[in-house]
């Protein structure tokens, strides 16, 4: 690969990430609002994450495919293109069905983003700064996650007052968006987002990216060699439960607040979803200090345990203590995806490009878990469903118990890679 940098598609790659996350993030604060509009039931409402995650889980290989064969450039394109078509489906036409494949064509999408930008931020950033460039591609994920329900809140509490002097973008919310479905408008400026990236991307120059063959995807016989490997379906399960934990908790956040404490899921509970993503950056970044300090397998212990805790004064206590407690299951939550990641890369000696498709597929986990957490809410409540939560976390926190690297992260106090024991 070739080690000259290039800014320009690194803060492109920033950019792409930033918007993934505006658009995936968004659903929970919208929950509560699309239970009303549509009149659904919890597992009827679980479907959409469902919708979303499921088609991520498919099309992340065969993106990876398509990234082979057609190269980064038109794979982000056409991912934007789906996103867009998805967006724009559910805003002209707001109904549950179009919701579901509005998700579903959203997650598409992105799966081809994501695909498409992790081997490029390598070649335009240089491989000796991949790492701390990975580092800030999260943190700006997470910003965008925070920053998403406060954007709906205020586009929301806007468009239902009256007497407020209206910016062009307001203006044109208001005669695109029915009355009775305020929620609608972040559908429209996802819509707009894509085509301004579709733009941007379509007048971009890329470098071209040439993959060693351990980068690569692989063949399916690869792919079904490794799942024959006890230890990459133990991760894949580890990343499975993650994924559905943390989505099982931001989608069900508000909806929980306005059941159980009555808080106004447009202002409150947006704004608690926006501090457990916030929350999540955060420990993130306290993550960061700590891998370099302990063993990630005793980080990530200690943080699950820190999960289970938080998770039990949000469901359990006054609603006051659940503001508090839902965004520090977010903090304690933010190293389990890298840790997870990183522990089942160095458990196997060869074909990390495939193993990492498999891994990537794991996100499902965003789908499967919250319809649980649905189905149980219909038949006792939703705080009994989110009890489900319990297992997710049992799971990880076993992680750290079993995980057997061939490489320990490297710590100040090793000096160097040692061979776990």
Do not use: C
């Not at 549509?38 to 498919?58: C, K, N, Q």
């Not at 954007?151 to 007052?161: E, K, R």
């Not at 085509?195 to 941007?200: A, D, Y």
């Amino acid at each position: 690969m070739s080690s000259q940098r290039n800014y320009y598609i690194v803060v492109l790659i920033f950019l792409t990430f930033f918007v993934i996350s505006f658009l995936t993030n968004i659903i929970g604060p919208l929950v509560p609002d699309i239970i009303d509009s549509f009149d659904l039931s919890y597992t009827l409402v679980a479907i959409l994450p469902f919708a979303f995650f499921i088609a991520y889980g498919i099309f992340s290989i065969p993106s990876g495919i398509l990234v082979e064969k057609y190269h980064e450039k038109k794979v982000m394109i056409g991912a934007f293109v789906v996103a867009f078509f998805g967006a724009l489906l559910l805003a002209v036409y707001p109904n549950y069905l179009t919701a579901v494949i509005s998700l579903f064509m959203i997650g598409s999408g992105i799966a081809g983003l994501q695909v498409g930008i992790n081997p490029l931020l390598i070649v335009a950033g240089g491989e000796d700064h991949y790492a701390f460039n990975a580092t800030l591609a999260q943190l700006i994920f997470g910003l965008a996650s925070f920053l998403s329900p406060l954007v709906y809140s205020n586009i929301v509490l806007n468009l239902q007052n009256p007497s407020r002097d209206l910016n062009i973008l307001l203006e044109s919310l208001e005669v695109l968006v029915p009355e009775n479905l305020l929620w609608i408008s972040m559908y429209w400026l996802f819509a707009a987002i894509t085509v301004l990236m579709i733009l941007i991307i379509f007048l971009s120059r890329f470098p071209r990216v040439e993959l060693t063959e351990e980068e690569k995807v692989g063949a399916l016989e690869t792919h079904l060699e490794l799942l024959k490997n006890p230890v990459v379906v133990l991760f894949f399960l580890g990343i499975f439960t993650y994924v559905g934990t943390e989505q099982g908790v931001a989608n069900w956040i508000s909806e929980f607040l306005n059941t159980y404490h009555g808080y106004d899921p447009q202002t409150v509970g947006a704004q608690t979803v926006s501090w457990f993503w916030g929350m999540m950056t955060a420990g993130g970044l306290l993550g960061i200090l700590l891998l370099k300090l302990i063993d990630s397998r005793y980080v990530l212990i200690g943080f699950t345990i820190g999960a289970v805790v938080a998770l039990t004064v949000a469901l359990f206590g006054t609603g006051g203590a659940a503001r508090i407690a839902f965004p520090l299951v977010g903090f304690t939550s933010s190293v389990m995806y890298p840790v997870i990641f990183s522990l089942a890369l160095n458990s196997v000696e060869e074909h990390h490009g495939s193993f990492s498709g498999i891994l990537v597929s794991a996100i499902i986990g965003g789908a499967v878990i919250p319809l649980i957490i649905g189905g149980l809410a219909d038949l006792a409540g939703l705080r009994f469903g989110l009890l489900f939560l319990y297992v997710t976390l049992g799971y990880i926190l076993s992680v750290g118990f079993w995980a057997n690297p061939l490489v320990l992260n490297k710590t100040f106090n090793l000096g160097k890679d040692e061979a776990a024991e």
